[in-house]
């Protein structure tokens, strides 16, 4: 499940690289940068939740899956 999250970060990067060549100016330069640190955030989260979290301690099987993940986990809910 690491590996995973990893690669969608470093492909994350690769994107905001490409956007960056793409738009080769201050602005596209800002817009990567704040992408950047969206992404920076989303990773750092994640990472020590994954570190702080232990799965076999958490009290529900999806916190300890995803850590970050409270809108995905709300797709895991059973509708009544």
């Given amino acids: 499940m690491e590996l995973f999250f990893d690669l969608v970060f470093v492909f994350a990067v690769s994107q905001l690289s490409s956007h960056l060549l793409t738009h080769l100016s201050w602005r596209g330069a800002a817009e990567t940068l704040v992408m950047l640190l969206a ?28 850590g970050d993940a ?3 986990s709300n797709l895991l809910k059973k509708q009544s």
């Fill in 39 to 66: 992404i920076f955030a989303v990773w750092f989260t994640t990472s020590w939740s994954a570190t702080m979290i232990r799965a076999d301690q958490s009290p529900d099987p999806v916190v300890g899956l995803g």
């Fill in 70 to 72: 409270a809108g995905p």
